[in-house]
């Protein structure tokens, strides 16, 4: 397979699709929600959602390297914040006086993985946060100070199937900011969005990284995992909306779905907390209509 990185071309292109580099970048309108935080919105309104992928080979943690993963991380924020210098992009994202808990996830079979983890810091650190006040965790954020502390939360998690809630999510992610986490577990986990109207989570998100290395797009019970099921996407998507973030992965997971299959088979369990998180909690945006997708990268196999 042929490489391809992105370069300054594609990025460019990118721009002029979705107003980004060069010196007059416009000011993206936030169209607020009060759980979510603001979202990074087109001219004509719609939530902005970057899909970033580079065909770099994986590495036996299932990332890609780990200067490939940060050039990513890198050029979807610059894209989704319409900012050509990452710093200052990330500035705007968290000050020097925030204290900054990034949620991961660390499933053993497809982790957020490390390299985004460190990719993520980084910036934080480069914004000006100081070191001691950045946190990573999965399942202790309710026993970690820093998160305790948090005035801004990143938010980090792979998509793949899952057996309660069809899809994990970055909705889902925080479910962890729960002291009983299964039960959130009624009607397919249709009611998740709440979480995110929770004192310890609300207002605070400053980024939602989708991470789509090696999506799972099938399972047949609790804590499934089957490689056959899994495939090397090497994606990430990021957004200030977890809602237009997770529908969008969702939207791979299905096309990946059909071309397996060969029919459109559903998940085993409904997804429905993504939908519900727009049209019931209003958290976010569900609709592909009202989502501005950007692409950067390899595109070869998107899917969408």
């Known amino acids: 397979m042929k490489k391809r990185t992105i370069t300054r071309r594609d990025f460019l292109k990118a721009a002029a699709a979705a107003p980004l580099a ?73 000050k020097p006086e925030d204290t900054v808990g990034i949620k991961t996830n660390r499933w053993r079979y497809i982790p957020t993985t490390a390299e985004v983890e460190q990719a993520l810091k980084r910036r934080v650190l480069d914004a000006g946060v100081a070191e001691d006040r950045v946190g990573i965790d999965d399942q202790g954020v309710l026993r970690n100070p820093v998160f305790r502390n948090a005035t801004a939360l990143v938010n980090a998690r792979p998509m793949r199937s899952h057996h309660w809630a069809g899809v994990g999510s970055l909705i889902k992610n925080y479910i962890m900011f729960t002291p009983q986490p299964s039960a959130w577990h009624d009607d397919t986990c249709a009611d998740l969005a709440k979480i995110w109207f929770l004192p310890a989570v609300k207002g605070k998100t400053r980024l939602n990284v989708l991470v789509m290395f090696t999506p799972l797009f099938h399972g047949v019970g609790p804590h499934h995992y089957a490689r056959e099921y899994t495939w090397e996407y090497k994606g990430l998507i990021l957004s200030r909306d977890p809602v237009a973030a997770d529908a969008t992965g969702l939207r791979v997971i299905q096309a990946k779905r059909r071309e397996f299959f060969g029919d459109d088979r559903p998940l085993q369990m409904t997804p429905h907390h993504i939908q519900l998180a727009d049209t019931r909690h209003h958290l976010g945006v569900s609709d592909p209509a009202r989502i501005e997708l950007v692409k950067l990268g390899w595109g070869e196999g998107a899917l969408i």
């Open 22 to 94: 060069g010196a007059a970048i416009p000011v993206l309108r936030g169209a607020a929600s009060a759980a979510a935080g603001p979202a990074a919105t087109s001219p004509d309104g719609k939530v902005r959602v970057v899909l970033v992928r580079d065909p770099s080979p994986l590495g036996p943690g299932g990332a890609p390297p780990a200067e490939v993963v940060q050039r990513m991380l890198d050029d979807g924020v610059r894209a989704l914040l319409g900012e050509a210098d990452v710093v200052k992009a990330w500035k705007t994202l968290v």
